[in-house]
């Protein structure tokens, strides 16, 4: 069974540009989250999609936003970029529709940005 | 605000003896706590868990203890192995999947 994958694995953009990051959850799973790691805050949670919908949200700007598709794949996008977006972008797939699972995470996106 | 810290950005253990990694947390809603380990360029790697109706769960080398008067939890793995060098990351959850996770703590076992 595939794991979760993400593409791109490395990004470099410049501020000001836009950039969209993907996740293909494990097969059959339908919520996949979004976390930023940033080195010293741990993991922050940015947003979850259970079936095409929002159903978690992070505190984060609206520059960051999401969204799912039919077959559970799932999109990031970020606006505007900052400097202090450069982090990595992590996803991760649950297999239930229920709560207290444990989430499966991909190998993450490095985004840089200059 | 953090409602879930580790306080030990790092530890040291010999090979062979035990390890054990702290977890504190500020949330009295929480009730599903998980344990992460994550390699350098890998995504972080599921290890252990444990409802807010337990105490104690083990698999293995690994036991998570969980005080909730004190709002604390503890990985305890033993014996440690160098394999067992990694950052590990404590997570915990209030009836929904949105997952706070610690800042993590860099464990170098040694041999």
């Known amino acids: 069974k595939a794991g979760v994958t993400q593409t791109p694995r490395y990004l470099i953009k410049t501020r000001g540009q836009q950039v969209t990051l993907s996740c293909s959850p494990i097969?059959?799973?339908?919520?996949v989250s979004w976390y930023q790691q940033t080195p010293g805050q741990g993991l922050q949670f940015l947003f979850e999609?259970?079936?095409?919908?929002?159903?978690n949200k992070g505190n984060f700007p609206g520059r960051f936003s999401g969204r799912q598709f039919s077959n559970s794949r799932s999109e990031m996008n970020v606006s505007t970029l900052e400097l202090g977006d450069s982090a990595l972008y992590l996803c991760?797939?649950?297999?239930?529709?229920?709560?207290?699972?444990?989430?499966?995470f991909g190998q993450g996106t490095r985004l840089t940005v200059v | 605000d953090q409602q879930v810290k580790q306080n030990s950005p790092s530890l040291s253990v010999q090979e062979g003896r035990i390890s054990i990694l702290n977890c504190d947390y500020t949330?009295?809603?929480?009730?599903?706590f998980l344990w992460y380990k994550k390699y350098p360029a890998e995504g972080p790697t599921f290890l252990i868990s444990?409802?807010?109706?337990?105490d104690k769960n083990e698999d293995g080398r690994f036991t998570v203890f969980l005080n909730k008067s004190a709002k604390h939890l503890s990985l305890h793995i033993v014996p440690s192995q160098p394999g067992d060098s990694a950052v590990y990351f404590c997570?915990?959850?209030?009836?929904?999947?949105?997952?706070?996770f610690g800042s993590g703590t860099k464990l170098n076992v040694k041999p």
């Open positions: 991760a797939s649950m297999g239930t529709a229920g709560v207290n699972t444990e989430a499966f």
């Open positions: 097969s059959g799973h339908r919520s």
């Open positions: 999609y259970f079936s095409e919908t929002q159903r």
């Open positions: 949330n009295s809603m929480f009730d599903y």
């Open positions: 444990i409802s807010s109706i337990k």
């Open positions: 997570a915990a959850s209030a009836f929904q999947n949105k997952f706070y």
